[in-house]
């Protein structure tokens, strides 16, 4: 049986609330070598688990802040 990677992203926050004035889903550090890593790794095939709240909030996503990466 072979096993496959598992990567685990986690988001804590002291506060409960995390984010940046012009990127809050990296909370300001993305960057050309971020975004380079990003689309490497999506490119792969991929088993993504998310929480429920998470679920959710992307479920509520409106249409024009969706991008390829939600749809996939």
């Known amino acids: 049986m072979r096993t ?3 990567t685990v992203d986690v988001f804590l926050s002291a506060d409960g609330w995390a ?3 012009d990127s809050p889903g990296f909370f300001g550090y993305d960057g050309p070598e971020l975004a380079e ?3 490497t790794a999506s490119a792969q095939p991929q088993l993504v688990v ?3 709240r998470t679920y959710e909030a992307l479920a509520e996503l409106p249409e024009e802040a969706r991008d390829e990466s939600w749809r996939r």
């Open 19 to 21: 984010g940046a004035e």
């Open 50 to 52: 998310l929480g429920r």
């Open 37 to 39: 890593w990003i689309a």
């Open 4 to 6: 496959q990677p598992l």
